[in-house]
């Protein structure tokens, strides 16, 4: 069955295929002033889980995978010192990518689900590649012919007198990834500092999604907005085009 917007459902854990598990704990950094799970933390540990994946598969070495979407539901916060276990799987495949989805269950109660948009990335040309026959071969079946589309859903920022005010981000040096853009996991703190979830139990639903990759030495802005208990956020740079969106949903907004 085919899906035009990639990232937006949180399918179950297949019957059969690929389902792979890996056991970690809720640390001090991972945490925030009230000792719950952060999202940029969060995001760290579904890619951590996914690369080991990868790793554990063995996949060819030729390729990489970036994020262009990820779909975070809280539906009970994982606190300090909790073990967790964190499982993922292949969940639609499309041309050059796919749909990975993942789940923290923590022992003492902790409910995460995810669900993210993949590209597969030639490391040589730093460009989409088709998706590679042994993708296909130890994920195909867990996916169970699902396919998906590289659509991105999140709308840009209002235009006009109403709309949002812009302020400057500065990306650090430590911000970035091996192929010289940001890192996932440190934009999910702008959802953070966004909606200010350190207020809150977290219990909602966040999404964050790329039209195009952050780099350093550009200089970009981070524009908010909230309406009818959600907040929305645009990474842009300074002739407008969106590099980033995001939004925070709590369940009462949702």
């Not at 063995?58 to 995978?65: P, V």
């Not at 539901?73 to 300090?80: D, N």
């Not at 590289?150 to 040096?173: D, K």
């Not at 996991?185 to 207020?199: F, G, Q």
Request: aromatic share 6%; net charge negative.
């Amino acid at each position: 069955m085919p899906t035009d917007v990639p990232a937006t459902e949180l399918l179950p854990r297949p019957d059969t295929g690929r389902v792979f598990t890996l056991p970690m704990k809720v640390r001090l950094g991972d945490v925030d002033r009230n000792g719950r799970l952060r999202l940029d933390a969060t995001a760290r540990f579904l890619q951590d889980v996914a690369t080991d994946d990868a790793n554990d598969a063995e996949l060819d070495r030729r390729y990489g995978w970036l994020v262009r979407r990820t779909m975070i539901a809280t539906s009970t916060s994982a606190g300090i010192g909790e073990s967790i276990e964190v499982s993922t799987w292949c969940a639609a495949i499309g041309r050059a990518w796919a749909e990975r989805r993942s789940q923290i269950v923590g022992a003492r109660g902790a409910l995460i689900d995810a669900v993210s948009l993949w590209v597969q990335i030639d490391l040589a040309t730093g460009r989409p590649a088709r998706v590679a026959d042994d993708f296909l071969t130890v994920y195909g079946e867990a996916a169970n012919g699902r396919s998906v589309s590289g659509r991105l859903s999140l709308s840009g920022p209002e235009v006009g007198v109403s709309g949002p005010m812009a302020t400057p981000w500065s990306v650090r040096r430590t911000d970035l990834d091996p192929f010289g853009h940001v890192n996932n996991a440190a934009t999910w703190s702008l959802v953070e500092e966004a909606a200010r979830l350190d207020l809150g139990d977290r219990i909602g639903v966040a999404e964050l999604e790329y039209p195009q990759s952050i780099e350093p030495d550009v200089p970009i802005s981070v524009a908010t907005s909230a309406a009818d208990g959600a907040t929305s956020l645009w990474v842009t740079r300074s002739d407008g085009t969106v590099l980033a969106a995001g939004r925070w949903a709590p369940v009462s907004a949702t």
